[in-house]
């Protein structure tokens, strides 16, 4: 679409040329990443690339939201692979700042959205969504987009995003994109690549777990015994340590009984050193609506 | 200076008009209040009011930054008063929300500055600076200005939204302006008109106290004899029910022992059922440096 994307490196040059290319008339969208990108990235960049827009892409692997310093290690990126990855892609900016330059002391301000961390990757991660709802917060400031645009894959993440957004009157609209899969349903993540061939094998077996969970509950079972099914089916894989498998609400991100508003089922898995999420959105047991899942890559 | 200003009940409404007026090319400065407006409230109006400014004045009693419900009710404000004064001071627009506007859900996303909090006023106030710094970062985003005046009076206030701002990127200024003080050395304050008129004769005694312990470090006393004498000279007065007297860092607003970096002596008191606070900057035992206080109404 456009032309090549620039690598901009400091707060000071973000703001300089987004603020031009906003009095060109152009609406700012931000893609925030942690770089490792792929097609599920694609897909965020693909949604935020329409007429008219100026597309941010942020590279940056966020320290303050890591729980475990060896995870945080082990979060190693290719800044030239994702660049070209985003040149490709048609974005107009990248944006790849180092830690020295987003926390250039240490930090004492932290955004916390009460309630919406209890639970799932929450309860198993501490600090992690205040770390991440304070590098999104502070994105928001340095990039001032009119839209940004995160993966539903990351559940959670997304619900915290959009309740900081509306309490803190951020004047952003915050694009929700569906999660991408392999064929064989695997969720898109930076940590696949992680996995051995024998974990990449069982792993798609978290999907169906939430589908067959999804399935009971539309078929008029109860939450409680969808939820026991799905267990039962992940319990034949050794490999697969379940860390939770919830039934939530999709705003609120606490567990539900009965499913009368739109809600997500969710998983967490560790298969060897690598832990995996997934989930699926889900609105009434009367059947219906499977959005939130995109068989098949979007590019 | 400029024309009458204008009453603006709505978030959509601000942003519209403040809009309207940075294309226009004004720099924007904003002055969040409380109402209940006084002369200190004027010497923020007055320093934001420079030619090519567009100066927004919110009113807001601001109901989380309350620990106690009774003085949440008890801090009555006369709107209409207000607006006179703001109109009186050539201001450009003056933005009144209701609280179900600020809040129109329960607040779950908050803004915490780890540490700053932890002295002073934000030992015996739980969730206090939790509540200014959520409701100012909301006033941020809304008005979304270039420059924020805050009264030195509030240094713990001053040093979190500091802060805030700096680790949340905001692109904002902070100007901090000097405490205005009644003749008698008073430092003026809402609260101030809840004294009894025996009160109101023995509250200058808080700032003579700050004095008499600034005086002492610069005449070579140690911090901790400074603040005995000073506690000393306040105990002559019954009517004065010391919360604390202490000397911080005027960064970290941690209690110091010695002065070496840019401090302030604070001290909180309550006289009958009124609190009251006030503050003196301090730079070194060498003498020099009183600002932070301007004796006299600055208007």
Redesign the interface.
């Known amino acids: 679409m456009s032309g090549a994307a620039e690598l901009v490196t400091t707060?000071a040059e973000v703001?300089r040329k987004v603020a031009l290319s906003r009095r060109g008339g152009s609406v700012i969208s931000l893609v925030p990443t942690m770089g490792a990108l792929h097609e599920g990235h694609g897909a965020l960049m693909d949604c935020a690339r329409r007429p008219g827009n100026f597309v941010v892409v942020s590279i940056f692997v966020n320290p303050i939201q890591f729980d475990r310093p060896d995870d945080y290690r082990a979060y190693a990126i290719d800044l030239d692979e994702d660049v070209r990855f985003c040149l490709a892609r048609g974005v107009d900016m990248v944006f790849a700042p180092t830690a020295a330059e987003m926390y250039p002391?240490p930090?004492?301000?932290?955004?916390?959205?009460?309630?919406?961390g209890d639970h799932l990757c929450g309860r198993f991660r501490p600090g992690h969504f205040r770390g991440v709802?304070?590098v999104v917060?502070?994105l928001f400031?340095?990039v001032?987009p009119d839209q940004a645009f995160f993966g539903e894959k990351d559940a959670q993440q997304l619900a915290i995003i959009q309740?900081?957004t509306?309490?803190?009157?951020?004047?952003i609209e915050i694009v929700p994109v569906p999660t991408v899969r392999e064929p064989d349903g695997l969720a898109l993540s930076s940590r696949n690549r992680r996995l051995t061939p024998e974990e990449r094998r069982v792993a798609p077996a978290l999907y169906r777990a939430l589908e067959l969970a999804r399935d009971r509950i539309t078929a008029g079972a109860g939450v409680v015994s969808a939820r026991q099914s799905a267990l039962a089916a992940l319990g034949e894989f050794p490999e697969i340590r379940v860390e939770y498998f919830e039934v939530v609400d999709a705003a609120t991100m606490e567990p539900v009984v009965q499913v009368t508003a739109p809600a997500r089922i969710a998983v967490a898995a560790r298969l060897g050193n690598t832990r995996l999420i997934d989930n699926i959105r889900f609105q009434h047991p009367c059947g219906s609506l499977l959005q939130g899942t995109v068989r098949n890559s979007l590019s």
């Open positions: 707060i703001r002391e930090q004492r301000a932290y955004v916390e959205v009460a309630g919406l709802a304070t917060a502070k400031a340095i001032q309740r900081m509306s309490d803190l009157d951020f004047p």
